[in-house]
C-alpha cells in the first residue's frame, strides 16, 4: 500500500497540474526592456533611474508598465540550488529592487534561459525551473522572459510547460514571455503555455537589412514584418505574437522609427521599448507616446492587422478595430518617395479570418491622421500624398452614421 500511495503521488507530482495564469495580457503587454540599449551594462541604478522616468515622463501614463531586466543579472546559485543576483550590480536584491519598481505604480520583468546557459553566458534554468519559480514569487517578479540558449536536446514546448507549470505551482501571477525565436513554431502551441512568443530571431536597428553572425542573423524592421505572414490566426487578447523588443530611438532616422512603431501597433505585437528613455529627443518621445498609435495596438477586440495590397515597395496595412472602425496604414519600403494616389471608393475590402468587411465602395468613412493628429475628411475625397521614404501613412476610418 505503501508503495502505491508513493507512486500515486509521483505520477499527480509529475504529470503536473499547472497552467499559465489567465488574464494577465488581454492586450499586448507595454513596458520597456534593458537588452537593446544597455546589453550586459545593466545594475540596479539604471532600473531605478528608469522606473523614476517612466513614472512622470507619460509612459506609465500612456501603459508602459512593466520595467523587464534582461540577460546578464545573474550572480551564482546558493548552497542549496537558488540562484542569486550578481552582488555588484545588483547590490540591494531584486526583492528590493520590485518593492521600488512597485512603488512608482510600475511592474519589474526578468530574464532566464530553458537551458544551461543564458545566450550571454551565465546561469539557466534547466534543471532549476521550480527553484526559479518560487525565486521570482518571492522576489515579487511580474513579468518572465524565457530564452532558448544552450536548449541541446530539448524539445521547446516541453521546456516551456515545464516553466510554465514551475511558475503556477510558485503562485504569483506574471506575464510569460516565450522568446524561442519561432524555430518551432510557437505560434502552434504557445497559446496554451504563454502570454507571448517571439517569432523571429533578434531586431536590429535598421529598417532593411539582414545582419549576419554565422551561426544566427539578427532582421531590420522590414524582414521582421515579412516573417509574421501567416500567423495572424494565432494571436488575440493573452497570446500575442511577438515582433520583438522595438529599436526606437536607438538610431534610425525618424521616418523608420515612426513607420517601426506604426507596423508593430499594426501587428498587435507588444511594445517593449529598448531605448534609454531616460535622456529622449523628443521626436522619440512623441513616437513612443503617440497615444492614438497607442489605441490601435491596445484596441480590446485583439485582432492583428493583415498586409492587403504590395506594389512597387508600396504596401497597404488593414486592422480591424473595435466599434466597427478600421487603421489603415500605408507602408513606403522604398528609400525613395512614393506617390499616393487613392481613391477610397474603389474598395472593399474583407478579412476572411474574423469574416469582418469595411465596404468603402457603399459605405462612408470620416478620417483621422495618428501622426498629425487631425481629422481629414471621409472617404468620399481621394487621397493624394507624397510618402517619404521608409515612413507611413497611419489613418483611423471611423463609419458616418447616417
Known sequence: MKKLIIACFLFIS?????????????????????????GCNVNEK???????AIAVNGMKEAGYIYINIDDCWHGERDSLGFIQPNPEHFPSGMKVLADYVHSKGLKLGIYSDAGWKTCAGHLGSRGYEYQDALTYASWGIDYLKYDWCNT????AEGAYLTMRDALYKAGRPLVFSLCEWGNDKPWEWGAEVGHLWRTTG????????IIDHGTWKQWGV??????????????????????DMMEIGNGMSVNEDRAHFSMWCMLASPLIAGNDIRYMLDETRNILLNKEAIAINQDTIGIQGFRYYSNDDLELWFKPLSGGDWAICFLNRDEEMKTVDFIWTDWYVKDDLNKLVIDLINEEYRIRNIWTHKDAGTTQKPLQIELPGHDVLMLRLTPVKK
Not at 14 to 36: D, R, V
Not at 230 to 240: C, F, N, S, T
Open 222 to 243: 522590414e524582414q521582421i514584418l515579412d516573417q509574421q505572414d501567416g500567423l495572424r490566426k494565432y494571436a488575440g487578447p493573452d497570446h500575442w505574437n511577438d515582433a
Open 46 to 52: 539604471i532600473i531605478r533611474e528608469v522606473a523614476d
Open 202 to 209: 533578434d531586431i536590429y536597428p535598421c529598417f532593411d537589412c
Open 152 to 155: 541541446e536536446g530539448l524539445k
Open 14 to 38: 509529475l504529470s503536473g497540474f499547472g497552467q499559465k495564469f489567465e488574464g494577465m495580457a488581454p492586450t499586448p503587454p507595454m513596458g520597456w526592456n534593458s537588452w537593446n540599449h544597455f
